[in-house]
T-cell receptor
Framework: DAGVIQSPRHEVTEMGQEVTLRCKPI?????LFWYRQTMMRGLELLIYFNNNVPIDDSGMPEDRFSAKMPNASFSTLKIQPSEPRDSAVYFC???????????????FGPGTRLTVL | AQSVTQLDSHVSVSEGTPVLLRCNYS??????LFWYVQHPNKGLQLLLKYTSAATLVKGINGFEAEFKKSETSFHLTKPSAHMSDAAEYFCVVSGNQAGTALIFGKGTTLSVSS
């Protein structure tokens, strides 16, 4: 299996531009997670989907951030407009999504390093 | 509320010596606990997890961790460090009983010298 695939691996953009990050979860996994990693705040969960439905988006920082999962094999995280403080590494993870997620193993993608100038 | 504290931000060891990365947690119910490793410019990889079975959990690459409820600890150990173990290690606790969120510690950077 190819694992969780994220694209692009690196993104450099200017403040005010729209940024779209993409994720392909592991085939057969029903849960998908978006995380953000910064030096200041560490790893934070942004949003979590189960069976393509957003379950918990309480970690999404503000309305500039949005995430979609149109089907079981694809998700996007969009930032519009982007700001320098959005610079971070964004990780996507997926898991089987069993009834007890606390025992599920989350498999992480390699991340997208976003720099907003 | 659930929380996790990694007691050392940086640990340095020599190759061949034991590794100890310390983690304390706080939980209002029986938690699930995990250790993840992140090598430079890579994603996170699960080392091991505790889910209320055996208190001594063995993971990949010779790592193990012991769940101690009385001490609310879940320290990660390895008998003999290898150069390839140099990485950042995260202690993680499940955020709620449904397990819909993972709460990550701030991370411990492990350096291994020859």
């Amino acid at each position: 299996d190819a694992g969780v695939i994220q694209s692009p691996r690196h993104e450099v953009t200017e403040m005010g531009q729209e940024v779209t990050l993409r994720c392909k979860p592991i085939s057969g996994h029903n849960s998908l997670f978006w995380y953000r990693q910064t030096m200041m705040r560490g790893l934070e969960l942004l949003i979590y989907f189960n069976n393509n439905v957003p379950i918990d988006d309480s970690g999404m920082p503000e309305d500039r951030f949005s995430a979609k999962m149109p089907n079981a094999s694809f998700s996007t995280l969009k930032i519009q407009p982007s700001e320098p403080r959005d610079s971070a590494v964004y990780f996507c993870a997926s898991s089987l999504g069993t009834s007890s997620l606390s025992t599920d193993t989350q498999y992480f993608g390699p991340g997208t390093r976003l720099t907003v100038l | 509320a659930q929380s996790v504290t990694q007691l050392d931000s940086h640990v340095s060891v020599s190759e061949g010596t034991p590794v100890l990365l310390r983690c304390n947690y706080s939980s209002s119910y029986s938690p699930s606990l995990f250790w993840y490793v992140q090598h430079p410019n890579k994603g996170l990889q699960l080392l091991l997890k505790y889910t209320s079975a055996a208190t001594l959990v063995k993971g990949i690459n010779g790592f193990e961790a012991e769940f101690k409820k009385s001490e609310t600890s879940f320290h990660l150990t390895k008998p003999s460090a290898h150069m390839s173990d140099a990485a950042e290690y995260f202690c993680v606790v499940s955020g709620n009983q449904a397990g819909t969120a993972l709460i990550f510690g701030k991370g411990t950077t492990l350096s291994v010298s020859s």
